[in-house]
Structure formats: C-alpha cells, structure tokens
C-alpha cells in the first residue's frame, strides 16, 4: 500500500460539524479511553504511542476531562472538578501534549471525545473569601467572566449558602458549586467553552458528565450553538426517563435530539443476565434505547469508570464473568457500541475479531432486529446490517441453539458466545484480524456464501483476487511467514464475490535510529531513552551522552541506534543539555526511525519536539483545501496511508483532517 508522509506538528486538525446530537446510521465504535485511576497508562503521550493500535479500531476514543482541576499536574484527579475551562493542562499531560494526541488520532480518521462538566464547577478557593467565587479566563479570543460579586452564576439551593442565582433546574452535586443554567452569563460561559474544546484543542464532540444535574433543554442550547457532531449524555437512570432526556435535548431551538445517550437500560439488561445466569433477562423488561425508535441515540456499553472494580479498591456493580458474551452481545446490536478500555486491554483480539464481523455485515446504530430465541440457558438475536445479517449466540449454552446451517455459516465462537453470518452475504471471513504479529500466521478461512461450486481465491500482494489467483477450501489455513496485505474473495461461475483484506506486519527484530536536532542552541545532547516496559536503553537519568553526529542538508544531527525486539515494543525519549538544565517533553510511541527538532517553544518548563520523519522521507506537496467527493471511488488514504473506505463517515463526507488524494494533500472540513 502506498504510503505519504508529511510533519503534523504545524497542523490544526479541522472537523466539519452539523448540530445533529449523533449520526444516523453510523457504523462507528467508540472506546471509553480510560478507567478509574489510569493516570500513567491513559497519559496524553501514552494514548499517542498506542495510536496504531488504536486508531485502526476506533472510531472514537472518549478521553478524561482536560480541564485543569485545582491542583493542575500535581495533583492525581480524574478531572470531574474542573477549576478551569479554557486551560488544559492536568496529570494526564499538558495541553500540547492533548493537541498532539487529538491530531495524530485525527490525521488517522479517529475522533477524541472530551468528558466535559457543565454541571458543576470548583471555586477559587477550598473555603473562606473564594469559595463562591470563579476565575475569569481569557484564552486568545476565548473568554469566560463570572458575577463574583452577587454569584448570580451559582444556584441559590446550593449545598453551600451564597449562591444568587435560581433553583436547581435538575439534581444538585455536594462535591462542588452548581451552575445556575437559567443564567445567561452561565449560558454564554458554557458555550465558549465547547466553542474551545471543539475549535482550539480539535475534540470531535462531549462526553456530559451528570446531565441530571440541569434541565436538558440547556444541552440543546449549547449543542445548537456549537455544532459538535458528537455528544452523549450520562443520564444516570432507566430508560424511559433515559429516553425523555433525549428527546427533550432538542429543548426549543432543534427538530431532532441534540444529544445521545449512554444506554444505562442496556447495561442493566446485559448485567442482570449474567449475575443470574438467566439470559432471558436480555429479553425482558423495559427495553433499552438501543431497541426503540431512539436507537440512533444510544451509545451502548457493558462497563465503565463507574460499574468497574476500581484499583483503589472500591467495587461498585462490575461484571465478574462472561466479560466475552456480554461484549460480543454489545458488538453485535444497533446503536453504537463503547468498548471499556480494560476488556480491550484483557480481551483485543477477541473484541477485534468482532468488531470485523460487525463491520462485514454493515450494522449501524439503526439496524433492525429480530429477536430468534429467548431461553434461560441461551439467548439468540439476528440484527439486520447493511451488507448482510449477524446472528448472535450468547448463553451458559450458546450451541445448544441450532440454526439453519442452509441459511447461516458460523466464522466466530468463544465462551458464552457464537457469531453467524447469513450465507447470502457471499463474501469470505479469515479469523486473524489485522495488526503486528511476532512470528508466522495461521490464517483459517470460512467460506460464507449461498452459491453453488464456490471456491475461495487470494492474494498476498495486495492485489484482487481473481479466477487465476490462488485458491484453499472453506476451512482451510493457510500460513503468513512475512508482512503482507492478504486479500480473498468468493469465486463462482467465473465471478469474484465479496473481497476481503487483512493487513499483516509480521514482526522480526531490527534497529532503529533516533536523530535529534536543535533549533535552539545546545551544543551538546544527552539521550534518555525506555521502552513501554520501563527497560532504560541509554542508562540511568540524565541517559547517554550523543557524540555520534549526521549531516543532512546543511543540518546537524545527533543520533542514537536502539534495537526492538517484539512486535508491541515501542521507545520514549527526553533530550537534556549537558548539564540536565533544559529538557524536552517526552515524544513516546517511537517504531522507526524518526527525525525529532527541538523548538524554541516550551510546555510549561520543558521544550516542545516537532516530528519531521515524513518531511524527511517525501516530497509530498504542501497542504491545500478542498472537499473532494467522497463517493467518486478513487483511492484516498489518511496520514498512516490506509486507503479510506467510502460510506465511512456521516453524510458519505471524508473525515475532517489532512488526506492524501492524488498525490496531494487536502485538508478537508
């Protein structure tokens, strides 16, 4: 596959927007991008590192509030008592380091959803004379001013007295003061601020922390007036009062829902199931919004931040077991589906595989269903995708139910689970999905197709399958001793059907090489290099002295070699002086050789590095506008040089963000 490089260090990632609270008919799947606690694992940096990984299974990764908390980066906060809106810079990294992170996912087509809190807000001080009052905040032409005077901003049934504003509009919050939504002031505050978040720092849409604390009209006044293609409510409670929140987003200044909503009946449901081992309870009850006209706006989960077993100990109501069944079912229904960043951690090549067979059959968060069986042994649902039809299995005894072996072809089984595929689809399922491997693949192949004397054909080269390509039987494994881009397809009556692609690196050891240079004087360079399992590779702090030097294009380059030696192995590394005086931010996810310039520009205390590897490695033009059509069929790839499919994004629109088409690239709005 062609590949183009550019520096996205100088790039401002654009994302069209229509005020439509969530797509219809969208086929994407999310990622919670977090857990209670994960202060080091789910840093800015560390998510950019996994940004491969991520990026080519997600759609859209929900991260922490960014919004500075009291104790800034000093204090480990998950960020639900933000001090300040328009500065970013908290334990998870500093707010370059959050651009950074929001445009190399974007450059992939993924977006970042940020978990904003409107309801509450914490005061200047912890007591005494600021405990009402807020700090006004000026940001370029963002601004944000508040009556500390009369705290007219502040609801007059506060759970601490002073507050001049009106009674809560919703359910009050004890750990902070809370906003009166009625004020205009207030009103005008919340929607700069989501003009910030979406605008300067590039989020793509809100996570909305305690929706029950304000009336949901509010929602769809911010969300009118800021146009985020996504967000989604946590309106903590059933479904019905769920779905009234949701249809009450539109408030008076939309046709349509301004918001989604996390699917907390979904969860019940799915919850229940499992504890009682009775999994006619996924079909029981009130139904969750996934299953009603509201499905568009159900974001569907089975676990959070907020049902996990906490690390710090706390247990609150997580799913013990069947952790596969429960997410296979989630994957498998319309709305659009939140994966929990610690089943993916425990569970990715299992959730990868399903996460393809949703995408074979074309599900989208408005599919239709049909409920097959309903047992309190097993539980058998088919959704109805656009390119054909998933039957999902799920129970203490998932292959006690027998389906139609004319009708559907199994490509997918687990504990608790079994995933089927309507034969008409006529297409080919290879169960390894794509990613970097150590070491030669097994790939079994399954033919899933209705037509007479059908064989299956492939390349490893990239190209089409055709009559005179390769042929294996349905069932068949074949081996993958080396990287390569496996396509198949179903060949019948001298016709090809249904193509198929995995993408595989197969990983063997090799060196890398590092190159610094300084746009700023520093005469002398010191490297402190680790990889993701904490292995130093230049020493202990302050690292290794560079001596050894490059000259390339008129520029000095100090540069270091490191060997990786697995497929998952990624290196970081800080640049001091001689003396250790200054330093650089970190630059993490390093794979390959990279070209790294030290800006006169600083993070807070520390200076900024730009990514010049593909400035070095193309001549790929300068960046231009357009809005090329995303239907005409041409090949388009995105920074990471996968060719993006059409149909993808909302509105058959190109994802906002810099292309390649051409040859050239276009940032597209």
């Known amino acids: 596959m062609k590949k183009f490089y550019l520096s996205l260090a100088s790039l401002v990632i654009a994302i069209s927007a229509m005020a439509q609270g969530w797509p219809a008919n969208y086929g994407g799947i999310m990622l919670q991008g977090f857990y209670w606690d994960s202060y080091d694992y789910t840093k800015w940096d560390n998510l950019t590192a996994r940004s491969e990984e991520l990026g ?3 759609d859209l990764i929900w991260v922490p509030n960014s919004a500075m908390t009291r104790g800034g980066n000093t204090f480990q906060t998950m960020g639900y008592m933000p001090y300040l809106w328009l500065r970013h810079t908290t334990v998870f990294g500093g707010q370059s380091r959050l651009v950074n992170m929001i445009q190399t996912y974007g450059a992939m087509g993924t977006g970042i959803i940020e ?270 995708g656009k390119r054909g039809t998933l039957l999902c299995v799920v129970g203490n005894y998932p292959y006690n139910y027998n389906a139609s072996s004319s009708t559907y072809q199994e490509v997918l089984s687990g504990k608790g689970y079994r995933y089927l595929l309507n034969r008409s689809m006529n297409t080919v399922w290879m169960d390894v999905p794509d990613g970097r491997y150590e070491g030669p693949l097994n790939v079994r192949f399954t033919a899933v197709t209705s037509l007479s004397n059908a064989k299956i054909v492939y390349t490893l080269d990239g190209t089409e399958p055709t009559a005179e390509s390769s042929t294996i039987g349905s069932g068949g494994t074949l081996a993958v001793t080396s990287s390569c881009t496996l396509k198949a397809a179903i060949l019948s009556g001298g016709r090809v059907y249904g193509v198929q692609s995995r993408k595989y690196d197969i990983f063997e050891p090799h060196d890398i090489t590092l190159y610094v240079h300084s746009d700023v004087s520093w005469s002398m360079m010191t490297f402190y290099a680790w990889d993701n399992s904490g292995t130093k590779m230049c020493g202990d702090w302050p690292g290794k002295r560079i001596t050894k030097r490059e000259e390339i294009d008129g520029d000095r380059w100090f540069c270091q070699t490191v060997r990786l030696t697995s497929p998952d192995q990624y290196v970081n590394l800080v640049v001091s002086n001689s003396s250790s005086s200054r330093q650089t931010a970190g630059v993490t996810g390093i794979r390959e050789d990279r070209y790294l310039v030290i800006t006169g520009e600083k993070d807070e205390d520390k200076y900024i590095i730009e990514d010049r590897t593909r400035d070095m490695e193309t001549g790929t033009p300068e960046i231009e506008a357009a809005a090329p059509d995303a239907t005409s069929g041409e090949p388009v790839y995105d920074l990471g040089g996968r060719q993006i499919a059409n149909g993808q994004w909302p509105n058959g629109k190109f994802p906002g963000g810099i292309i390649i088409k051409d040859g050239r690239k276009i940032l597209t709005r």
């Open 56 to 58: 080519s299974i997600f």
């Open 115 to 384: 978990d904003v809190v409107l309801n509450h807000k914490d005061a200047r001080a912890a007591e005494g004379d600021g405990y009402l009052a807020f700090i006004d905040e000026t940001q370029g032409s963002y601004s944000v001013t508040w009556d500390n005077e009369n705290y007219t901003g502040i609801v007059c049934n506060d759970d601490v007295e002073g507050g001049g504003g009106n009674y809560d509009t919703g359910e009050g919050f004890d750990g902070a003061r809370d906003l009166d939504h009625t004020n205009a002031r207030v009103q005008q505050n919340c929607i700069t601020y989501q003009r910030f978040l979406l605008d300067s720092l590039g989020y793509v849409g809100f996570r909305l922390d305690m929706t029950k604390g304000y009336a949901p009209q509010y929602t769809g006044k911010y969300n009118a007036a800021t146009n985020p293609i996504f967000s989604v409510g946590e309106y903590f409670d059933g479904t019905s009062n769920i779905r009234t929140w949701v249809n009450n987003t539109k408030g008076y200044v939309s046709e349509k829902p301004t918001s989604a909503a996390f699917d907390f009946g979904f969860r019940y449901r799915v919850h229940d199931a499992i504890e009682s081992r009775n999994w006619r309870n996924l079909g029981w009850d009130e139904k969750p919004l996934a299953e009603l006209y509201e499905k568009q706006y159900a974001v569907t989960f089975v676990e959070n931040h907020d049902t996990e077993c906490r690390i710090n100990g706390e247990v609150q109501t997580p799913i013990w077991k069947d952790t596969l069944a429960a997410n296979a079912y989630m994957l498998a229904m319309p709305g659009t589906p939140c994966v929990f960043y610690r089943h993916w951690h425990d569970c990715k090549y299992q959730l990868k595989q399903m996460i393809l067979a949703r995408h074979l059959a074309g599900i989208t968060n408005i599919s239709g269903f049909e409920e097959k069986w309903t047992d309190d042994q097993f539980y058998a649902k088919a959704v109805y």
